[in-house]
């Protein structure tokens, strides 16, 4: 394989900061600097054929995803995963795209669960004409993705999104792209174990239950999507 800095720079695509930090990060949760010393910034250029400013605003991005830390006398060190920053996009990225694992799809569904349903019964209450209108335009793409109009995956995520956005809770909105992440992987999953993509049905009943302004019909439907991807996962882990 070459080690020629100009095949190292093309790898990492036009962005080199992004791509070099795409890599460090997806190397460090996959253990690869498990037995080893984190590299120097000067180390790091050297390796990748970029410049220390390069080099060092990667550095510093994964700093503040909680991969790294600086410390006097030991250098930049990687920090144990209890400390990543697991609501960052990219390191919930990087883990699930470690390996495929049925417990951290179970960890991440126990999360929708805690937020999801919630963010429906407030989309029922509180949602503007804008929100309901995003939401019903998500699963209007979700009907659409059946005939092969449009993407099944995106689809799903963006109804899902939208009544994250549509609860009006910041904090809730704050989800969205984490959400969106995590459920590439667990949709995937959860298409290939039911051998069809997502329930329209089920989706439908959320969106009439909001557009209803019915709280409690709306987080029990969302529930009830959340609920029959954890029996998936429950019965994949143990056959």
Not at 111 to 117: D, G, H, K, M, N
Not at 121 to 144: C, E, P, Q, S, Y
Not at 222 to 231: E, F, G, N, S
């Amino acid at each position: 394989m070459s080690t020629d800095p100009s095949d190292i720079r093309i790898s990492l695509g036009r962005n080199l900061t992004y791509g070099l930090l795409d890599h460090l990060g997806k190397t460090i949760v996959t253990g690869g600097y498990a037995e080893k010393a984190f590299p120097t910034e000067a180390e790091l250029s050297k390796q990748h054929g970029v410049s220390r400013s390069v080099t060092r605003e990667a550095v510093k991005m994964l700093t503040t995803k909680g991969l790294l830390s600086a410390r006097p006398r030991q250098g930049t060190i990687v920090q144990p995963d209890s400390d990543w920053n697991l609501f960052d996009p990219d390191v919930l990225r990087w883990l699930l795209d470690r390996k495929f694992s049925i417990k951290l799809l179970r960890e991440f569904n126990q999360l929708r669960v805690a937020i999801e349903p919630a963010a429906a019964a407030l989309a029922a209450t509180f949602a503007d004409k804008n929100g309901l209108a995003l939401i019903r335009a998500g699963f209007d793409r979700m009907r659409v993705a059946e005939t092969g109009d449009d993407d099944t995956l995106e689809a799903d995520i963006a109804f899902h999104v939208a009544i994250l956005r549509a609860s009006t809770n910041p904090f809730f909105a704050q989800f969205c792209d984490v959400v969106a992440t995590a459920l590439r992987t667990s949709i995937r999953f959860t298409n290939r174990i039911q051998g069809r993509t997502a329930d329209l049905a089920a989706h439908e009943a959320v969106l009439f239950a909001i557009e209803a302004r019915d709280p409690e019909a709306s987080r029990t439907a969302m529930l009830r999507i959340i609920d029959d991807v954890m029996d998936l996962i429950v019965r994949s882990s143990t056959d």
